[in-house]
């Protein structure tokens, strides 16, 4: 493409009510009629939007939208509106301020439109007292706006009056509009999809940001049909590339154009993704017509797209007319939107246009209400919609102690790979982030101190709640911290010392309790090792009780590191045992159980069973059937010394029991109960 039809990325939009003459006014300047269906030009009304363009003083080609002007059409016209940077408010000298009039103003300021111009048409059909009535009328409606002192032009599109008025003052307008910035990821919500024969898919509309080349990958979302750009037209023209700011063709291979409508989106893959959640500000006009409640129905317009959602406010249960709040919207349908993308919000019934503002950015699931850190997270993002530097910081900071990598920063920020890049290394270069770990993820500066202060929180609260119990579990802690094992020992290392960190590692950290027993009998038997080998015949503690220190003896072996639970079960096993075998052992404060007989007329079972286990019994020197159904019971003649009550429970060593189950021909089962009320030495059996 030539110098002299060069492209430049601004999109000039009309609006204004029905029947005002957008546009036959378009076809005046453009000489293309925008209404392209045979039913609007049957009815001589605008239903679709309509696209044309010009050549602006044979430099380069500027576009133009035209939008409908009924009030049932308005969803129409909002998207069409999106993509508009220059808008050309059309009213009627007859009729003057309608009411599309005002709410299509409304819509625009909401949207973000910064500048403009008023075209006052039918004036060869009024005479001039009613012209200049019409522009007090204007003047009035327009203060307070963006409008607010745009030049005015009366004209005549049937004459032709007023014309070269009006190319004077849109030639101003161009001039002074900055283009769009075409550095950021490529992003077009499609207006128009249809197949041309031959050719394929072809999906229509002005790119938001970016820009896009013959041959790159891109994806359409929702529905995720990645596909390659075949080729690119703008204007009715061929190009190589499309940028941000003006209406472009995009024809694309292997795209199936029945899964494809307006509102879904064109994009740069890995880093858009359709939600039903997205946080936003939201002002509500005032003019609406009531306040708006916690979870209203509205309907939701951004981009191209119209969708049902329930609005949830998180900081009150009522948003009056004139206010603004941080909210978070609902739809019932993914769509993609992006971070500082303008919205409407309209009333299903009667449609009336409730409010709008600005996209803070996606979120995953319904937010929580009534949280201030939440509220200030969502107003820091809210504030940085329109500064790279901050969204990057802001999304280091999100992601705590732990960091977030570069790869997961550009979906976070919506930002191009070579922007994180670049951004990411100034701000360390500021020590306002560092790399953090192997993957080298970038860590704000405040993530660790917030880290240490939640951990200091979390500690308190459940010590609060839980005042008998040691501490937290490591895990837990994790968990609700949101950091990993990797992540949580810098945590435990570089707290803020003094109480919060004795707090912390008493607690949750290996210096708990339950750690320095295991230290301690770890030391004890390293020690006993060494004394061993070096001949002493003294262990440790014989040695700490003579010079005063506290004796602790060794816990039984069986149950030395054996959850709580797993001990219970054991000696419930221990005591079924004892039960089955019927009968107790050994003379040294052993508890021995006289013979009796079986309850439900199981008597006299000795020998009954060649396969049962056989337990010698004490009293009768002769071994019988262990009953299922015996109990223990303590012998009226068994006595029992003072100097041996302390060794009635004294646990045998492994060996001992192996040998005593042995010696009495004891099955497994058995061994257990044996181990569980053996004494030491073991008595051999009488027979």
Not at 446 to 462: M, Y
Not at 474 to 489: K, M, N, Y
Not at 592 to 608: A, D, H, I, K, Y
Request: with cysteine; proline share 6%; aromatic share 4%.
């Amino acid at each position: 493409m030539t110098e002299a039809t060069a492209i430049r990325n601004v999109v000039i939009g009309t609006a204004g009510h029905i029947d005002h003459g957008k546009s036959t006014l378009v076809k005046r300047l453009t000489g293309i009629d925008p209404d392209r269906w045979q039913e609007e030009k049957d009815k001589g009304i605008t239903i679709d939007l309509g696209f044309a363009n010009f050549l602006y003083r044979d430099q380069f080609r500027v576009g133009m939208i035209d939008v409908p002007g009924h009030e049932r059409f308005v969803k129409n016209m909002v998207a069409g509106a999106s993509g508009v940077d220059i808008v050309m408010l059309v009213v009627a000298a007859d009729d003057g301020v309608m009411p599309q009039t005002r709410e299509h103003l409304e819509i625009l300021t909401l949207l973000g439109v910064k500048r403009g111009l008023v075209a006052i048409t039918k004036i060869d059909t009024v005479d001039a007292d009613t012209v200049e009535l019409a522009k007090e009328d204007i003047s009035d409606l327009v203060k307070g706006t963006f409008l607010q002192g745009a030049r005015m032009v009366p004209l005549s599109s049937i004459t032709g009056q007023g014309i070269e008025e009006l190319w004077e003052a849109i030639g101003e307008v161009i001039e002074a509009t900055e283009p769009r910035d075409t550095q950021g990821v490529f992003r077009m919500p499609i207006q128009r999809v249809f197949s041309a024969k031959g050719q394929g898919a072809v999906l229509t509309g002005v790119p938001l940001s970016g820009h896009a080349k013959v041959g790159d990958t891109l994806v359409v979302l929702p529905g995720d049909q990645k596909a390659k750009v075949r080729s690119i037209q703008a204007y009715h023209s061929a190009i190589e590339e499309a940028r941000a700011g003006h209406s472009s063709a995009f024809n694309m291979t292997g795209v199936d154009h029945s899964k494809v409508e307006r509102g879904h989106t064109l994009c740069a893959p890995g880093v858009f993704e359709p939600s039903r959640f997205f946080s936003l500000t939201l002002r509500l006009l005032a003019s609406a017509p009531r306040p708006l409640k916690h979870r209203a129905e509205v309907k939701f317009h951004v981009g191209t797209s119209e969708l049902v959602a329930h609005l949830q406010l998180l900081d009150r249960t009522l948003l009056n007319p004139g206010e603004t709040c941080v909210c978070e919207i609902m739809l019932e349908d993914p769509v993609v939107a992006g971070i500082g993308d303008h919205f409407i919000i309209r009333q299903p019934s009667p449609a009336v246009t409730l409010g709008g503002g600005r996209i803070v950015r996606r979120e995953s699931a319904k937010l929580p209400r009534n949280d201030d850190a939440l509220l200030e997270t969502l107003t820091a993002w809210a504030e940085a919609a329109d500064d790279p530097a901050r969204r990057v910081e802001l999304a280091a900071l999100d992601a705590g102690p732990g960091g977030i990598n570069r790869e997961r920063m550009i979906p976070a920020t919506e930002l191009t790979r070579e922007s994180v890049n670049e951004i990411a290394g100034r701000l360390i270069a500021e020590n306002v982030l560092s790399e953090f770990g192997p993957g080298k993820a970038l860590v704000h500066r405040e993530a660790w101190p917030r880290a240490q202060a939640r951990l200091v929180e979390i500690l308190s609260r459940h010590h609060d709640a839980h005042p008998a119990q040691l501490g937290m579990k490591i895990p837990s802690v994790q968990q609700q911290l949101g950091v990993d094992a990797r992540t949580f020992a810098p945590i435990m290392e570089k707290g803020a010392g003094g109480r919060h960190r004795r707090e912390a590692r008493r607690t949750a950290g290996p210096a708990g309790p339950r750690w320095q027993a295991q230290r301690r009998g770890k030391e004890n038997r390293r020690a006993r090792g060494r004394a061993a080998r070096a001949g002493a015949a003294q262990p440790p503690h014989l040695e700490r009780a003579r010079a005063g220190g506290r004796h602790q003896p060794r816990r039984h072996p069986e149950r030395r590191g054996l959850p709580g639970r797993q001990r219970a079960r054991r000696r419930a096993g221990r005591r079924r045992a004892v039960q089955h075998q019927g009968a107790g052992l050994g003379e040294r404060g052993s508890r021995q159980v006289p013979e009796r007989q079986g309850r439900g007329g199981r008597q006299g079972l000795q020998g009954s069973d060649p396969h049962q286990p056989q337990v010698p019994d004490p009293a009768a020197g002769v071994a019988r059937p262990a009953g299922r159904n015996q109990k223990r019971q303590r012998h009226p003649h068994t006595e029992v010394g003072p100097e041996q009550r302390g060794n009635r429970e004294r646990p045998l060593r492994t060996a001992k029991i192996r040998n005593l189950a042995a010696l009495c021909g004891a099955s497994r089962f058995q061994s257990m109960a044996l181990r569980s009320r053996a004494c030491s030495p073991p008595v051999a059996p009488c027979y």
